[in-house]
């Protein structure tokens, strides 16, 4: 117990005094604002800018974008074996970079269209292969999909008001109604991220400027659906009250597990994704959320069981879940995602997931069960407001026969260390994250990962990283 709250002492101090040398830097760059970005009242604070250009408020379009570069490395870690979609052991640094362009117009009060253009290039440790738990959520799952731009969203938003009462609503790349009902119902149709709209989370949803690893982003036992890219096509069903919300998906998934292409005919690949939104009223008048989440995807999805049956018997010679005629499975689960506003501009939040974890993992990681909890604190006590500090712990699990299929040898998407002494996957990360000037913002990262791959034989393993992010 003292040597492991020894190495989390370390691990935090490792993280937060890089931080403190950021933030000194930072502060030498600090500037005046513009004009424009003045408060109203004479002697109010200026609001510093967040972007390198401004952006309107009341134009019928949108034009912004964003490019995010994250460099990370790991030293040589101990591995008793190695597999062919492990971590590799051997010190290894990898760099990736993210660019998106956010187009959008305003047809009517209540009607928006939205375009949004990606390019992604360079890679992640040991090309995204090793960790249910992946410490970049920016690297693509396919290191050979081409590295032209492509379009990532391309989406038509529809309200429909309920109530004449209304309320501000900030604008941005998804979103640019500044007023919209009370009361409302929402349509989205076309192509678009499924978890730009379901378990979402203040505190931990944002790789570009909070946390950065797979499982503390987004729930890891949410087998959302996406193509390689992390993209879909689908539609997006919205209530939306004062207090509560409700949504509804249908959505495309891919032909197979991590693939780019995806299945147009819904009698044979399709995902229902549910989510219930509640802002009770606990412990005072601080904003408290909760996200009730269930999915269930239609999909050519292999069964753990089935492929170590075929092994057993010696009709393939190792466990193979794609080894199966063309057929259609379900696969389900369901989470929990909790935050809380607390005194002194601190954040805490949670999220639990749990799918049936029988059917391969298809779409998103290998995680079939995953429980986290984190906070972050925002800079105004070191007169730093835009800056942010978070830490996060996560562990992550897979079913038994989940366990057993990797045992024997088989491989999944991301897994196969060619055998497994299963242990859950428990990633500590944590964060700074400067505010450098207008639209630049860096940040450091440190991520400490115990059984990587959820292997007892192989890690941990210490990842540091950079990362360097533009608003424009």
Not at 20 to 44: G, K, V, Y
Not at 167 to 189: H, I, M, S
Not at 273 to 294: A, C, M, W, Y
């Amino acid at each position: 117990m003292k040597t492991r709250i020894a190495q989390i002492a370390f691990l935090l101090a490792l993280a937060f005094l890089p931080a403190r040398a950021i933030s000194a830097f930072a502060q030498d760059l600090s500037f005046a604002p513009d004009q424009d970005t003045q408060a109203c009242e004479p002697n109010a604070p200026a609001d510093p800018a967040v972007t390198m250009f401004p952006h309107s408020q009341t134009a019928r379009y949108w034009i912004s974008g964003q490019s995010n570069i994250i460099v990370q490395w790991h030293p040589s870690f101990y591995a008793k074996y190695s597999g062919p979609h492990s971590l590799g052991s051997e010190a290894n640094d990898a760099t990736s970079h993210v660019s998106t362009l956010f187009l959008g117009y305003e047809l009517t009060g209540t009607t928006e269209l939205f375009l949004h253009l990606e390019e992604a290039s360079g890679g992640g440790l040991s090309d995204g292969l090793g960790l249910a738990g992946f410490v970049n959520l920016d690297v693509v799952r396919n290191p050979v999909l081409s590295k032209d731009p492509y379009v990532a969203r391309v989406m038509l938003r529809q309200i429909i008001p309920l109530s004449h009462e209304t309320v501000e609503e900030e604008r941005n790349p998804w979103y640019l109604a500044t007023k919209v009902p009370v009361r409302r119902l929402e349509f989205r149709f076309g192509k678009m991220g499924v978890n730009d709209f379901f378990d979402i989370n203040d505190v931990g949803t944002d790789s570009h400027s909070q946390f950065l690893n797979w499982t503390v982003d987004n729930n890891g036992a949410y087998d959302y659906a996406a193509d390689t890219r992390g993209y879909t096509y689908g539609l997006l069903l919205g209530y939306y009250d004062r207090n509560w919300a409700f949504q509804f998906a249908e959505a495309l998934m891919p032909k197979v597990a991590n693939g780019i292409d995806l299945v147009w005919n819904l009698r044979r690949a399709r995902a229902e994704n549910f989510e219930l939104q509640l802002h009770p009223k606990l412990l005072g008048q601080r904003n408290t959320t909760v996200r009730l989440l269930s999915f269930v995807n239609h999909a050519n999805m292999g069964l753990y069981g089935d492929a170590i049956y075929n092994f057993v018997v010696g009709k393939t010679p190792r466990p193979d879940i794609t080894a199966h005629p063309l057929q259609t499975t379900v696969k389900y689960g369901f989470g929990i995602n909790l935050e809380r506003e607390l005194p002194h501009h601190l954040r805490a939040y949670g999220r639990w997931g749990w799918n049936e974890g029988q059917h391969e993992s298809y779409a998103y990681t290998e995680d079939d069960e995953t429980v986290q909890l984190g906070a972050d604190l925002a800079g105004d006590r070191w007169h730093r407001q835009l800056d942010k500090v978070g830490a996060v712990f996560v562990s992550n699990g897979i079913s038994a026969v989940h366990q057993k299929y990797l045992a024997f040898g088989g491989e999944g998407f991301l897994l196969g260390d060619g055998a497994l002494n299963y242990g859950r996957e428990n990633i500590f990360e944590a964060y700074y994250n400067a505010h450098l000037w207008r639209g630049l913002f860096m940040g450091f990262d440190v991520q400490h990962i115990n059984n990587p791959g959820y292997n007892r034989d192989r890690g941990p393993v210490l990842v540091p990283g950079f990362r360097f992010h533009l608003d424009y």
